[in-house]
């Protein structure tokens, strides 16, 4: 199987240079900030059923129509809320989608209040194999299959394939992702 490294050269362009900028500058980079690591829990989940480069065209909706987010903002949206990101063309109307986010974010908050952050919250269960974090998301969150923790996990660093073993960007995340992610 060809891995996304070496796939996008051979894609035209627009596609290309969309793909390129999301893996040089996102893809398997650690986040440290809760709102962040929710915003791509929230394109994964959407992503689901769709291509990446459908959701990467929408980020920029995405970001808008969510607060930039904020997972204390989207936490409490109401049903004029859930109606107006039904209505929003700008990213995916799936209202199991929708649902799944508003209710992801209100989870959020209490692993914060239990953990201090959600990125501890994933710390604190790493290193797990895939199928643990599988089984874990699924009694944690809604709308958390194995593909989509898979892809989740990769793209914020805490599960290995995001990048080939020769790819560049490969070598400059290395060194930004805390020790506990780090081989031995």
């Not at 797990?128 to 969150?141: C, D, I, R, S």
């Not at 599960?159 to 995340?173: D, F, M, R, T, V």
């Amino acid at each position: 199987m060809m891995s996304y490294c070496s796939h996008i050269p051979n894609m035209a362009e627009p596609s290309r240079s969309l793909h390129k900028q999301y893996h040089d500058n996102h893809y398997g980079f650690p986040i440290h900030d809760d709102n962040e690591l929710f915003g791509r829990l929230i394109l994964e989940i959407n992503q689901a059923g769709l291509s990446w480069e459908t959701i990467l065209k929408k980020e920029a909706s995405f970001r808008k129509t969510y607060h930039q987010f904020n997972i204390n903002k989207i936490a409490a949206y109401t049903e004029n809320d859930r109606e107006r990101l039904l209505n929003d063309a700008g990213i995916i109307r799936n209202r199991l989608k929708i649902n799944a986010a508003i209710e992801n974010a209100k989870t959020i908050l209490v692993l914060q209040k239990e953990f201090g952050s959600f990125e501890k919250w994933l710390e604190t269960h790493h290193p797990n194999t895939k199928e643990e974090w599988v089984k874990l998301f699924k009694k944690t969150f809604k709308f958390t299959g194995g593909e989509i923790v898979n892809e989740f996990l990769m793209s914020i660093g805490f599960l290995p394939g995001a990048h080939s073993e020769g790819c560049e960007i490969q070598l400059k995340i290395l060194p930004l992702k805390p020790k506990y992610l780090q081989k031995k």
